[in-house]
């Protein structure tokens, strides 16, 4: 026999909601300033040169780092982003298939910004050789969070990258011949060296809840306040539409602020919140980082 | 119905004026004649073209039982791959998409599908934006029953911590940051709902952007109540 709270959960998700939200808190025990604990591990697939596999809440999400030898272009190499997820198209709701997009989104932003890795830092012989990282991003479950676990998993994965050290074998300075990356003989050493990373963006989920005035009176209404929920689960970002994501590197620095639509505006000061907890989240998962970084160099 | 809004703009340089006043505004309603609402809107260079269809049928994949399915289909004028990391930059779908749900009376239809299309055809700076007022005035030609209206306004940020409004092309592409916002208007007051960034800032950036363009909003509501009057021929 189901608990009535069971029930009111299906019948009217809004009001079991409202219940808790009401008190600041979530159905899970966490108050609705704190984030689902971050899971990080390094290494998990021996076969590739980096990769990381991140559990927040309730997604869990493997990224792989494949580099190859490639021509630069512009001065820079270049990095590819591939994302294969296990949920099934037909399975997947509109609001999973929302996330996924976002989520390839936001990858694509950071990279076109440069946000993590340095492009041109991939360079190896100026307008010869140059890697271009292919990254697999494989998503395993989704319970919301996944936008924050990939941006995880991928600062994990390229922090935890090992490139190995390549040369051309005859520098030969015959300028007028193009070069041929095929016929070119590399010497590649056994040396591995980390890639330098340029900051350590962290992406934060959030959504938001107009606290309900039990009077009519409609100014009051309008300065109610807006809670902002951290990290909400999947159901939550099902029933509150207008999610805001925001990713967030050191020193304040924001590469972010995405909120897709919502019937509510979104006020400055609101935003103000937004963004601050946002940089305490990206301190903490930084540590976490650099933690199992440690771990993995012993 | 052709409108036009005049703003004393210079469109390519770089001067003080530019930097608080949106480029001209021109459009013309029910350019297509097979779709329900439709609308060829210029902003400054920008050209765009949107066309709502519906609420009309849908297949069993876009139909929802409690309310109505929006479909948005971007069209760039050139087709890049999905993995093309510098086309997601110019991808409005999501954004328009979520901007729709809540400004359209989604409940009142429901099991239908209301599909938006908009088309590319010159992009001179701040195109997600010119996208998102074309949205929302193709859907105001289609009499779709909307909550609110919202239009988009794109801001600049520069690398000497200046802000441009509504940046050119050119402009856009020495900014180290550009802002792609959407505004809704209810009741007179102009709100932020949707927002979505390019670029590295600091937030004192973002929030001096977002002041910028709701002031510039303004402006753009303006010029939806006078094509909407000249389209019903009132006043």
Redesign the interface.
Known sequence: MASPADLLRVCDPGEYYRSFLERDLLPDGRATSEFRPLSLQLGVISSAYGSAMVRQGGACVVVSVQPEVSVPIDGSGF????VDSSLDATDASLSMQ?QL??T??CL??L???D?IVNRKSLVVVAEKIAWTLYVEVLVLSVDGGLTDATVSALVGALADLRLPSISLKDEATDDDRPFELSKAALVISDARHRLELVDYPVSSTFVFHKATCADGDAKKRKRAVMRCICDPSEQLLALM??ACNVVV?RQ?????????????????ST??TV?SLAAKRQQSVELVIEQALRMRAD | MDTEMSSNTNDGETSAVSMTKLRTLRAQLSVLHRADGSVALQQGGTVVWAAVYGPGDSTASKRLNDRAFIDVLFKPKVSRPANDIGATKENVSPLLRGTCESMVDIRRHPRTLIELVVQELTDDGGLRAVCLTAGCLALLDAGIPMTAVFCGVSVALMPDDRLVLDPPLKEQKMATALFTFALKSAESEVEMISCDTNGRFQFDDFKRAVSLAIEAAAEVFLFYREMMQRKLSLG
């Open positions: 990095i590819v982003v591939n929302a997009e976002d390839v989104a694509h932003s990279i076109d910004d946000a539409t207008g590197g304040g620095q924001v590469y972010r602020v995405n909120r897709g639509g919502g019937g509510e505006g979104v006020s400055i935003l103000d963004v």
